[in-house]
């Protein structure tokens, strides 16, 4: 799963948060300084645009590896190749 960094904007420490959860109008508690922190497409904070930037490009890249993930085709099994019992062996 793809994780971001975040700079809080208050005490400048750095946490990690799920890119998949970083959209428009999440928040999140900083773990250190415990000031709630708003996510906005539309935000003038620098740290704010910077891990929203981060996220957007994450999802992006996750969504991209699922789908060449979907059109490879399946590793085929391997078969058995052993020895079959012959229909005509009598004991």
């Given at each position: 799963m793809g994780s971001v960094q975040i700079q809080c904007t208050r005490c400048k420490n750095v946490f990690r948060d799920r890119a998949a959860r970083l959209q428009d109008g999440y928040s999140r508690q900083c773990p250190s300084c415990e000031v709630v922190l708003f996510f906005a497409e539309d935000s003038q904070h620098p740290f704010v645009k910077r891990a929203m930037?981060?996220?957007?490009k994450v999802r992006k890249e996750l969504r991209e590896a699922e789908a060449v993930?979907?059109?490879a085709p399946e590793p085929?099994?391997?078969e058995f190749a052993g020895r079959t019992q012959?229909?005509?062996?009598?004991d």
């Amino acid at each position: 799963m793809g994780s971001v960094q975040i700079q809080c904007t208050r005490c400048k420490n750095v946490f990690r948060d799920r890119a998949a959860r970083l959209q428009d109008g999440y928040s999140r508690q900083c773990p250190s300084c415990e000031v709630v922190l708003f996510f906005a497409e539309d935000s003038q904070h620098p740290f704010v645009k910077r891990a929203m930037r981060n996220a957007r490009k994450v999802r992006k890249e996750l969504r991209e590896a699922e789908a060449v993930r979907r059109a490879a085709p399946e590793p085929r099994s391997r078969e058995f190749a052993g020895r079959t019992q012959s229909a005509g062996r009598e004991d």
